[in-house]
Structures are given as structure tokens and as C-alpha cells.
């Protein structure tokens, strides 16, 4: 099951980077006038050539369990990646993470410019909306604006972009952080596109309220331990490996459950929150094991 689980995100993952690829093309679209070659090529540095694409991976595997329109999935999956993209790109910038490295080579800002980085994260943002608004993403204009509902919600001041504000916040506070307060902070800054992603496919596979339901649980959990993995390895992961700079949360004073309950007890925590993912997709049997693998990839990988 690990080997299937393997070559299904290897294989969307080369399938979302070539239809990025092509959404990225510097060939103006219909309804636009010209793309910019700069911007044009800080957007495709900021999304091509990167990263596992795991929440693209989530919203095709939660569409797949009702066998929807792969297509369609594909390219719901690909707005969702532009605005993770999107964020990557702002949260490196010296205002906010203040970040040189990422996947391994420099930041949009240090391979162009402040200026350039901005507009390319703001186009990134909202060139996903027009993606996931396309009748090319579902035949139904109902499906699509839930969907675009979904991910401006995921992506706005209750979701991502409140959870960094509250991020930026816990580091200028004087009194650290409440485990609850902790816990909202990372449900919005990094679990609501997790969440999003598999509640994305249920979306667009018509799924019913209890399977919705199961879907969104299964998404909060997941995300809930990809953070505290993802902060585990900036304690203990390989700077190389990563491709970015490591135990920069302590010397910012960011808030974390390593921070708050420690190293064991937050691997107990994360471990907990991964068998919370599974118990949440029981309801679909056998045809959620490539799910489940990726609930237990998250909590066990190395970089």
C-alpha cells in the first residue's frame, strides 16, 4: 500500500506541475491583454518545480473516492496549489517570515525583488479564482461557486490569512501562548487548505452531508498533524534535506505545541491526530487506503 500510495502522489504531482505549467504559459488567455514576462516568470518560479503538491494530491484522492471528473479534480487542485504558491511567496518576504531559502534555492524575493514577489503572490491569488471558477473545473456553476466559496473562506482573514496575522501577533506578545490558542492559530494558518483540499473533493463529488462531514474531519485532523510534524522537523530535521532554514521558530519566538508540551509529547499528539484521520474515513472503507497512507506520510516525513 505504501508503494501505491508512492507512485499515486508522484503521479498527480507530475501532473499538476505540467497543467501549472501550461496555466503559467506567458501566452495572454482570453479576456486579458498581456502577461508580463517578469511576472509571468516569478509566478512559475514561485509554483513550478516544487514540493510534494500534497494538498493537489488530497483534493484528486478525496474526488477520486466518488468518481468524479478527473480533469475537473485536476484542475480544482491546481487553483488550490496556486494559493498555497501564493502564501509561500508572501510568508518568505522580509515582513513576515523573513525567509532566503525555500525548496532549496532562493526566495521569489531574493531571486527577483520585493516589488515583484508581492505582485506575483497577489496574481498567483487571483489567478487561482479564475482556475476554479472555469466551467473546464465542473459542468455545474453550483459546484463551482461552492468551491470558490470554500476557498476564498480556507484562504481568507478565518482562515490562512487570519492564522498568519495571529502568527505574527504571538511573536511580539509578551505571554506565550494557550495550547487553544495555538491550535486556532495552526488550524487557520495551515490546516484550513488542508482541510479545504479534501473537503474540495467531496465537492466535487457530490458527496452527502455525512460524507462531507467525514471528509472535513478527516482534513482537520490531517492538518492538525501535518503543522506539529512540520515543527518537529525545524527542531530536529536536515537543513539539506529540507531545503530551508531550520529551528528559525525558537529564534522568532513562534508559537508551537513542540514549544508548549515538547518534543514527546508532541510526536504522541501528532501520532493521535493521524489514527483521528483514519476513524474519520471508515465510512469509505477499502477505497480510502490511499488517504489513510497520506495521513501517515505526513506524520512521518522526513522533510
Known amino acids: 500500500m505504501q508503494h501505491d500510495f508512492a507512485h499515486r502522489l508522484a503521479q498527480v504531482a507530475d501532473e499538476v506541475e505540467a497543467l501549472l505549467d501550461d496555466l503559467l ?10 502577461r508580463p514576462g517578469r511576472l509571468i ?12 503538491r500534497l494538498r493537489p494530491f488530497l483534493v484528486v484522492e ?48 531574493k531571486a527577483f525583488d520585493e516589488a515583484t514577489a508581492i505582485l506575483a503572490g497577489d496574481a498567483l491569488l487571483t489567478y487561482a479564482f479564475d482556475v476554479m471558477a472555469h466551467e473546464a473545473t465542473h459542468p455545474d456553476p453550483a459546484v ?51 482541510r479545504y483540499a479534501a473537503e474540495a473533493g467531496a465537492m466535487l463529488g457530490a458527496a452527502d452531508a455525512a460524507q462531507f462531514a467525514a471528509l472535513s474531519a478527516y ?54 491526530l493521524v489514527q483521528d484521520a483514519e476513524n474519520a474515513l471508515r465510512p469509505f472503507g477499502a477505497r480510502a487506503s490511499i488517504l489513510i497512507e497520506a495521513a501517515r506520510f505526513v506524520a512521518n516525513r522526513d522533510r
Open 25 to 34: 504559459s506567458p501566452q495572454a488567455r482570453e479576456g486579458e491583454t498581456v
Open 41 to 52: 516568470e516569478a509566478m512559475r518560479y514561485a509554483s513550478l518545480d516544487g514540493g510534494k
Open 62 to 109: 478525496s474526488a477520486r473516492l466518488f468518481g468524479g471528473i478527473y480533469s475537473g479534480a485536476l484542475r480544482a487542485a491546481c487553483a488550490l496549489e496556486l494559493v498555497h504558491c501564493y502564501s509561500l511567496a508572501h510568508d518568505d518576504l522580509p515582513a513576515m517570515d523573513d525567509d532566503d531559502l525555500r525548496r532549496g534555492r532562493p526566495t521569489v524575493h
Open 144 to 194: 463551482r461557486i461552492r468551491l470558490v466559496a470554500g476557498l476564498a473562506r480556507a484562504a481568507g482573514p478565518g482562515g490562512m490569512a487570519g492564522g498568519q496575522m495571529l502568527d505574527l501577533m504571538a511573536e511580539r506578545a509578551r505571554d506565550p501562548l494557550s495550547r487553544h490558542e495555538i491550535e486556532t492559530l495552526q488550524a487557520m494558518k495551515t490546516g484550513a487548505l488542508l
Open 219 to 272: 482534513g482537520t485532523a490531517l492538518g492538525a498533524a501535518f503543522q506539529i510534524a512540520d515543527d518537529i522537523l525545524d527542531e530536529q530535521g536536515d537543513e539539506a534535506a529540507l531545503g530551508k532554514r531550520i529551528a528559525k521558530d525558537a529564534g522568532r519566538n513562534k508559537a508551537t505545541l513542540v514549544s508548549l508540551l515538547g518534543i514527546p509529547a508532541a510526536i504522541t499528539l501528532r501520532d493521535e
